[in-house]
């Protein structure tokens, strides 16, 4: 029987040699699996960025909490004993929670952390958080801030949405045009939360210009799309989709090419929303010259669009960059807009989709249940932040926000815990993060590695890596259910989260509901015995749990008969009354009353174009500066992986590579693979620069997952020596209806770098020492 292993980027045999695990291998079904997995083996075993001991920052080991937070990430750590690093954070959790309450407890722990259903960091956090008497959560992602939230009161969850995207047969079978906004990146299809498999999405868009379906990929980057075939390229200005939607809707409804029919029967408020683009409120029709200057694109082109997807079956896609952006929500708004006048929702390969290309999940036919599921319990606490508003809560205790159309007011936070997340990496406008991570009295970290947030914590609990320990691997709408066995002993003296929760809830007297006096094989019985009933549901019989263990995986693909393909809002189309939308009305909002009874300055009742504040107004940056696109990186997830061989040999001089076009570096005197100095007010980081005519004038693209490495700068400023784009980006709101992360508007400089290099040195581990 052959042993699989599954993470967020596929799922992998491995294999041995001579009793060891030697290395890991794509699945044969797998047509275009990721290579990032084949790196995964080394990099856990890379012993300058594991974490061995249980560590101490040196101040709060000897003064206690609160000493020094200024030192956070500067000072070195004591290593001590488990037993004492545990009654450690016991004590400190029982002291904050007895003198504050559970509502100074940050336990957020956002993050990707690694595949396994039970092992879920997170999961596991909230699990014994809520044991402990609650926390304060978050809602909502990076991901998808500002989609999350509007969508429901548009069209439906996005969780409904991503679970049931028009499949790929069905698009090449139907579709002749695919308009896509931020590309259909294969790099990004790599991954899906849990595993992914087979890879869809090379295939299938290859598969569609066999068929001879036209894309239009409109995207300040040309290779978000790779199709085998040409495709046209529209090399819009970063943040102007809106005014092209607008601009196409206008073209449309002013040559009544709209549907109104379809209008009719299954939308609301399209009225209120053609006065808009009649220009009845603010005197400016969104014609297609109006969009012409705003978005680089020339009117001629925009109507032409226009007329030819009222002409063919076409499907409109927008990847989740877009709504990463300030005013996010409006682009996702009128994807659904523009798609409801053509009149095609519902029909086969015509309609929207909102990420095909963002995870590798979209358009699948795998049946879709709950897989196994670790319950977290009952959260005692209410008080909540929305993702991305991290720093906001840190730097202003009490203070009212608004989410979603309700006024809250941030915590008091004294102790931020985080495992399974790297805020480090994740956070915008990182200087600032550095000052809000010093409000808190302690900050507790379980990591496999030597991340940013680990080296910025003041106690740190190795954690085992999903190759050190038993799981169930399983991602929503994938194919594999996978016996995920350990294959190696655990490094140093790491241990599962789960472990270190046990032995915590204990000193806490609160074992018994965090454990329910059950080990890991009885937990990974219980879930999987737990998700039989919902896996029958959806035709999907599953063996009993020896059986599947011993098998290793389990095949969750109906016979091809069984798996009809899948379109996108069929039913409502079909009878929308009795498969009404979740929305007010049960219709596709085009005027939503709800959002317009909010009364929020930055997102009106209906879609409509805001300026961002920072943008290349006009088509061009003044005086120099540049549109910053932090994309999700192509050789690793995130930030995990960053020190795998995979991901570092792509670098240059161990600097992350920077794209720009060819004039604007030569504009600069900057040649292929000089090192570069990005800046503006907030922060500054190295690059090295890659010249390319596949990105847009004016635009640079960098993107995250470089272990930020901040060094002191010769004028005495902090600059990350290895090209971490969040020194960067703007820790602004999406708007005040969402309050998602809006990475996506940010300007900066760009220079050639003479001065001295300063190393890479975070790769690493910080400075360290033994109690004697
Ligand atoms: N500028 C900019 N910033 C962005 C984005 C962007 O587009 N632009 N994208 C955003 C998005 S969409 C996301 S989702 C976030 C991602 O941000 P994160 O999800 O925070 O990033 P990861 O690097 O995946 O961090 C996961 C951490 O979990 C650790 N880990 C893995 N397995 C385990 C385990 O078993 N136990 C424990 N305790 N830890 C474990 C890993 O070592 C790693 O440090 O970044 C966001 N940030
Ligand atoms: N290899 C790899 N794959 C990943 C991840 C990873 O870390 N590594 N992360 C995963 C996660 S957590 C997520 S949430 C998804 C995110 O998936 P996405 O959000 O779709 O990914 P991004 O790479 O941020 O953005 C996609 C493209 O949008 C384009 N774009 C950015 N701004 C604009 C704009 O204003 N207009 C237009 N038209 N295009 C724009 C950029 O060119 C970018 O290449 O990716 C997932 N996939
Ligand atoms: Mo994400």
Same mark, same amino acid.
């Given at each position: ?333 009128? =994807?659904?807009?523009?798609?409801? /006048? $053509?009149?095609?929702? +519902?029909? %086969?390969?015509?309609?929207? @989709? #909102?990420? *095909? ?29 929305? =993702?991305?508003?991290?720093?906001? /809560? $840190?730097?202003?205790? +009490?203070? %009212?926000?608004?989410?979603? @159309? #309700?006024? *809250? ?364």
């Amino acid at each position: 029987m052959k042993t699989y292993t599954s993470a967020h980027w596929g799922v992998y045999e491995v294999h041995y040699q001579k009793g060891e695990v030697s290395h890991l291998a794509p699945i044969p079904e797998d047509e275009s699996p990721s290579p990032i997995g084949l790196s995964m083996l080394d990099a856990c075993r890379d012993a300058g960025v594991r974490v061995a001991r249980p560590s101490v920052r040196e101040s709060w080991l000897r003064h206690g909490p609160g000493a020094h937070p200024e030192r956070r990430g500067r000072e070195g750590f004591v290593e001590v004993p488990w037993d004492e690093a545990l009654d450690m954070v016991a004590a400190e959790l029982d002291r904050v929670r007895k003198a504050h309450g559970n509502a100074s407890i940050f336990g957020g722990c956002y993050g990707w952390s690694s595949a396994g259903r039970f092992h879920h960091a997170q999961s596991q956090a909230h699990r014994f958080l809520n044991a402990i008497g609650g926390y304060v959560s978050h809602r909502d992602s990076y991901s998808l801030g500002a989609a999350r939230v509007l969508m429901p009161h548009v069209v439906a969850p996005m969780e409904t949405l991503m679970a049931s995207h028009t499949s790929w047969d069905v698009l090449r079978e139907h579709t002749e045009l695919f308009v896509t906004f931020g590309g259909v990146p294969e790099k990004n299809a790599q991954i899906s939360a849990g595993g992914p498999s087979p890879h869809r999405i090379p295939g299938g868009l290859r598969r569609m210009a066999q068929a001879g379906t036209r894309f239009v990929n409109i995207s300040p980057l040309r290779d978000d799309l790779a199709t085998g075939a040409g495709f046209e390229w529209w090399a819009i200005v970063p943040n102007s989709d809106t005014a092209l939607l607008l601009a196409l809707a206008h073209t449309l409804y002013a040559e009544g090419l709209h549907d109104e029919a379809f209008l009719q029967r299954y939308c609301v408020g399209f009225e209120v929303f053609a006065a808009y683009l009649r220009g009845e409120e603010d005197g400016q029709p969104k014609s297609a010259e109006w969009a012409a200057p705003l978005t680089g694109i020339e009117a001629a082109r925009i109507r032409a669009l226009a007329r030819e997807m009222a002409g063919s079956r076409c499907m409109i896609n927008a990847a989740w960059g877009l709504q990463r952006a300030e005013h996010g929500e409006q682009p996702y708004w009128l =994807v659904v807009t523009v798609a409801a /006048m $053509l009149g095609q929702i +519902g029909l %086969p390969g015509g309609g929207f @989709g #909102v990420g *095909y290309g963002s995870v590798n999940m979209m358009g699948s036919t795998v049946p879709k249940f709950s897989g196994p599921t670790l319950s977290q319990g009952r959260n005692a606490v209410r008080d909540f932040i929305p =993702v991305a508003r991290l720093s906001d /809560m $840190l730097l202003s205790p +009490g203070q %009212p926000f608004q989410y979603n @159309g #309700v006024t *809250y007011q941030y915590p008091d936070i004294r102790l931020v815990y985080w495992a399974g997340g790297n805020p480090f990496h994740h956070h915008q406008d990182l200087n600032r993060l550095e000052l809000a991570w010093q409000r808190p009295e302690t900050i507790v970290v379980h990591e496999p590695f030597w991340t940013s947030t680990a080296r910025r914590a003041d106690i740190v609990l190795p954690a085992t890596t999903t190759l050190e320990r038993d799981d169930i691997g399983y991602s929503n709408r994938e194919r594999f259910l996978v016996a995920m066995k350990r294959v190696m002993p655990p490094y140093g003296e790491s241990r599962d989260d789960y472990a270190i929760f046990t032995e915590l809830a204990r000193r806490l007297d609160a074992e018994e509901l965090f454990t329910e006096s059950r080990d890991t094989m009885q937990w990974l019985r219980a879930l999987y015995a737990d998700c039989q009933p919902s896996a029958a549901g959806a035709g999907v019989t599953l063996p009993d749990f020896d059986r599947f263990w011993e098998q290793g995986r389990i095949d969750l693909l109906p016979e091809p008969e069984r798996a009809p393909g899948v379109i996108l809002l069929e039913s409502f189309r079909q009878d929308p009354e009795a498969h009404a939308l979740t929305t007010p009305s049960g219709r596709i909002e085009i005027h939503s009353e709800r959002i317009a009874g909010f009364g929020i300055a930055d997102c009106a009742g209906h879609p409509r174009w805001y300026e961002p504040s920072e943008w290349l107004r006009g088509g061009q940056g003044e005086d120099g500066l540049l549109h910053l696109i932090s994309d999700q990186p192509q050789t690793r997830l995130h930030s995990q992986l960053d020190n795998s061989a995979y991901s570092r040999g792509m670098k240059i001089g161990l600097r992350e590579p920077v794209r720009l076009h060819p004039e604007d570096a030569a504009e600069r005197g900057i040649a292929e693979g000089d090192i570069v100095r990005l800046w503006n007010a907030r922060g500054a980081c190295l690059a090295a620069a890659v010249l390319s005519d596949g990105v847009r004038r004016g635009v640079v693209a960098l993107s995250t997952g470089a272990w930020f490495d901040p060094v002191v700068a010769p004028d005495g400023s902090s600059l990350d020596s290895h090209g971490n784009p969040n020194v960067l980006t703007q820790d602004v709101p999406s708007s005040g209806l969402s309050q998602g992360c809006a990475a996506h508007s940010c300007l900066v400089r760009l220079e050639r770098y003479t001065q001295a290099l300063p190393p890479v040195t975070v790769f690493e581990p910080p400075a360290l020492r033994s109690v004697a």
